[in-house]
């Protein structure tokens, strides 16, 4: 018998529209990380989070921030 060496690719049947291709990749955006305003320092931080330069979290002293290493 004989043996045939075919690749096969995946061809698309019909060209993709600019604005159909655009709608699948509409949640593809990168998002920015929900941001808030410290209350101890007014430094902005990621919401949740311990704040990197004051240390206070919830308006509790969580960590101590030495002023050497700034």
Not at 10 to 21: E, F, I, L
Not at 31 to 44: F, I, L, R, S
Request: some cysteine.
């Amino acid at each position: 018998m004989m043996e045939l060496n075919i690749q096969l690719f995946a061809v698309p049947d019909h060209r993709v529209s600019k604005t159909r291709k655009r709608k699948r990749r509409s949640h593809m955006a990168l998002e920015v990380p929900g941001m808030v305003k410290c209350p101890n320092c007014g430094e902005m931080i990621k919401a949740h989070r311990v704040c990197p330069k004051c240390g206070y979290y919830k308006g509790e002293a969580k960590v101590e921030i030495n002023e050497d290493d700034e």
